[in-house]
């Protein structure tokens, strides 16, 4: 009698497991025959593009890309030729389409702002993914409008797999970078990067460029209306520019004049931390969270405030520019001796900023620091610059500063700042410094105010990953055998 | 010649190893066993050199026809008059010859404490280590450790200095068949407190004055002082040139410190261990001026230039030569001068 139950058993196990992935995963519709029809008519247009060593052959990055109209131009992101932007001499191109079939690519323009390159290749599309534009200066024609919810579907080669399909929705505009992305709910994997994403209709809605690492299916895409910006610009018969440094500087040069004048087009807000008053700025593009640390056993408590923008401009694979961040810590003693106070203070402030004279990116760090007071508060703050190599009139800086006017309370605060101009540099470091303060009554102790900051883990652009596929990165480095 | 006259053979270092009374005249040396004095070493002849008096009655000293001769400060001659302070040598052997009215320096002040030997000196070290981990550790302690955290720093700390100087004291007994253990932990324990000290000390008045070169060279105090621990090691384990040892040290002390360096300025393009004063202490430290927010600012306008000094234009050419192509063939640069 118990000889059913026995076979019954494994049988019941083998069914859950086989139907449970399915069941789980609702997210990803199954394949609609729109998607069918969609991928059947794209093929011949869908390319892979690959960045290969000049030296060796062997492949360095891997993304996608797709041919506009019946033109010989492709789009595809410019994290995905990097490399080939920025070193051709070590780098060069070739596409693969869905046939196999291979041939070389010539980089004619980048917008690196909005991660989107066009190179040529030597064949024609077949016409499928239209953009529609007229030459630059020109009006140019309307585009795709999109519905939150509408069903959007992204091609391209993940992780250098095959080509492929995948369905998702529209869900509105991320508003966290300086210029706008799409978000898409649904796969975009690493070496789908420069791939298309299209209406079931085929009209080409975006490109897919990043998805979120810290999420499920949150994928962003570069708008449409970006690509035909770009495409306004080139022709097929173009000659291509030499050397692509200073058009990347003077797109990063505008650019950081655009996102310094956004973060300061009203004076930072302050915040209470303590008696202390600090400058944080909240806005789409930048995020702040807070967190106090102040479990009865220990000796002090710690307060935290950290501000910072959510995207940030890749440029290369060791070079990501266009960020800020600012940071405040708030240590109050309870119980320890003012010398030790002083250690946790020090701790506190030392190890912050580096210089290295090692990076191919940056100069070593200049730096000045001193005492200096202003307002009702006295700091001591030290101050880095450093240059890019191969942009002219960009900088990083990094200031940090200590309060020195109390020997039971420390204020630490630091503001982080990538690829901007030395003025406004300045102004950014003039403008925190500014808004550091103290109150001038003499209450005892304020709780770090949590209003208004948003308690979540702390996301930043490291989060987001792009997705092309870097061997380096995810594998124990196949390079060094070819090498 | 009733006088008696001494010949005493030296270490190339000038200590005596062998010494002989004469009491007439004159003697022969070398190697052959008719001399009054017989040397050992094969690079003298069976017979040498000969001690006599001159028709002056000066004392001399003559080459009997050897193959090596005699030399003194690396001139050979045929004879020297002897002078008591100096040396000549025959081969490999040092020689010193002189008469029992010479005239010997004066008694040498005893400098050596002698009482500071032994337990003495162990106890006060054993103290001053014990005084200055459990300060070093309770200025750390933040985190309001427990008892048996203070007994493990201390422990450790006793231990290293009883080790290291257990392996000096073995060096001394080895140099002077005299450990001294009492002494060198003393000096370790001296040392280590010096250091501690100086750390805290430093660190104070950089602060106070916004010296900020004391903290952030940190390494270079550390290794002069380790240098000088070394140095008083060293003599009390029986080394009899202190003047030597001296500039030996300061030699090895200075290396140091420019390989610290070296090392800095390659990782870093910066000479010193850290790039900016962390020290933060009380407010009543604080002895030097406040300085207003426009002095940082023009400072920070200083960096421009030398960040700027620091870059490097790769085998990219001058953005003079650049500019002018790129409008002509990508129509970037208008657009972009519209929305400045």
């Known amino acids: 009698m118990s000889f059913p139950y026995r076979l019954l058993t494994p049988a019941l196990a083998l069914a859950v497991s086989l139907s449970l992935p399915s069941l789980a995963e609702t997210t990803p519709p199954l394949p609609s025959s729109a998607a069918q029809q969609l991928y059947a008519s794209a093929q011949q247009d869908l390319l892979q593009l690959r960045v290969l060593l000049k030296n060796g052959n062997s492949q360095s990055s891997v993304g996608s890309g797709f041919l506009i109209g019946n033109s010989n131009l492709m789009v595809t992101n410019f994290h995905v030729v990097s490399q080939i932007a920025l070193e051709p001499e070590t780098y060069f191109g070739e596409y693969k389409d869905t046939s196999g079939k291979s041939g070389a690519i010539e980089l004619l323009a980048v917008d690196v702002l909005h991660d989107l390159a066009i190179v040529r290749i030597d064949r024609a599309g077949s016409g499928f993914f239209k953009v529609p534009h007229a030459t630059a200066g020109t009006a140019q024609p309307a585009l795709v409008t999109l519905n939150q919810g509408q069903h959007l579907y992204s091609l391209g080669n993940p992780l250098d797999l095959g080509f492929t399909i995948s369905e998702g929705t529209y869900n509105g505009i991320s508003a966290r970078g300086f210029s706008d992305q799409l978000m898409f709910t649904g796969p975009v994997n690493a070496g789908m990067s420069g791939g298309p994403n299209v209406t079931a209709d085929g009209q080409v809605a975006g490109v897919n460029v990043a998805h979120r690492r810290d999420g499920e299916l949150v994928s962003f ?193 630091m503001i982080n700042i990538q690829g901007v101009s030395y003025s406004n540099g300045m102004k950014l470091i003039n403008q925190f410094l500014q808004g550091i303060d103290r109150s001038s009554e003499t209450d005892t102790e304020i709780k770090a105010d949590p209003d208004n900051l948003i308690n979540t883990n702390a996301t930043d652009a490291s989060d987001i990953e792009l997705n092309n596929i870097d061997p380096n990165k995810n594998k124990p480095d196949p390079m060094e055998d070819a090498q | 010649m009733s006088h008696s006259i001494f010949i005493e053979q030296l270490t190339p270092d000038g200590d005596v190893l062998h010494r002989s009374k004469i009491t007439h005249l004159p003697i022969t040396i070398g190697r052959a066993y008719d001399n009054d004095i017989i040397l050992d070493d094969p690079h003298t002849a069976a017979h040498h050199a000969q001690l006599e008096l001159n028709q002056l009655d000066e004392l001399i000293i003559t080459d009997l026809g050897s193959h090596n001769g005699i030399t003194h400060a690396n001139t050979r001659e045929h004879f020297f008059v002897v002078n008591g302070d100096k040396t000549y040598r025959l081969g490999h052997t040092r020689l010193r010859i002189r008469t029992a009215d010479y005239q010997v320096a004066a008694e040498v002040t005893d400098l050596t404490n002698h009482r500071w030997e032994g337990l003495l000196p162990a106890l006060t070290g054993v103290v001053l280590l014990l005084i200055t981990g459990l300060v070093s550790t309770w200025l750390a302690d933040l985190n309001q450790g427990t008892l048996s955290k203070y007994l493990l720093e201390l422990v450790s700390v006793l231990g290293f200095a009883l080790g290291w100087s257990g392996i000096w004291a073995l060096f001394s007994r080895l140099f002077t068949g005299h450990a001294r253990f009492g002494r060198h932990l003393f000096i370790a324990s001296a040392g280590l407190a010096f250091l501690e000290l100086w750390e805290h000390v430093s660190g104070l008045i950089s602060y106070a004055f916004s010296w900020e070169f004391l903290t952030t060279f940190s390494s270079h105090p550390v290794i002069f002082i380790c240098a000088i621990v070394l140095y008083f090691h060293m003599l009390t384990a029986g080394n009899k040139r202190p003047g030597k040892l001296k500039i030996y040290l300061l030699a090895l002390a200075i290396l140091g410190s420019v390989i610290t360096m070296t090392k800095e300025y390659q990782a870093s393009n910066h000479l010193a261990d850290e790039l900016y004063m962390s020290r933060i202490y009380p407010p009543v430290v604080r002895i030097s001026r406040d300085h207003s927010l426009e002095e940082f600012m023009t400072d920070m306008q200083r960096l421009k230039e030398k960040v700027d000094e620091e870059r490097k234009e790769n085998p990219e050419k001058d953005d003079d030569d650049a500019k002018p192509d790129v409008p002509a063939d990508l129509p970037v640069a208008p657009e972009e001068s519209e929305k400045k």
């Not at chain 1, 302050?270 to 202390?276: M, T, V």
């Not at chain 1, 946790?344 to 290295?356: D, G, R």
């Open chain 1, 221 to 413: 895409l570069v708008p449409v209306r970006y690509v035909q910006a770009l495409l306004a610009r080139v022709t097929g018969d173009m000659k291509p520019p030499t050397d692509f440094k200073p058009i990347i500087g003077e797109q990063l040069l505008e650019h950081q004049a655009v996102m310094v004048d956004k973060l300061l087009e009203k004076p930072f807000s302050i915040k209470d931390l303590g008696p202390y008053r600090v400058p944080v700025r909240e806005s789409e593009q930048v995020r702040c969270w807070g967190n106090t640390d102040s479990s009865a056993k220990k000796a002090y408590t710690i307060a935290t405030i950290n501000c910072s923008m959510e995207a940030a401009i890749f440029v290369s694979g060791e070079m990501q520019t266009g960020h800020i961040s600012m940071h405040h810590k708030y240590a109050h003693n309870k119980k320890l001796n003012a010398m030790q106070f002083a250690q946790l203070a020090t701790n506190m402030f030392s190890s912050q900023v580096y210089s290295t004279a090692k990076s191919d990116t940056i100069t070593p760090a200049a730096c000045t620091e001193n005492f200096i007071k202003h307002n009702n508060i006295s700091l001591r703050a030290l101050v880095c610059a450093e240059a890019y190599h191969k942009f002219k009139e960009l900088y990083d800086f990094t200031l940090i500063t200590a309060s020195t006017d109390d020997s039971e309370k420390s204020l630490q605060s």
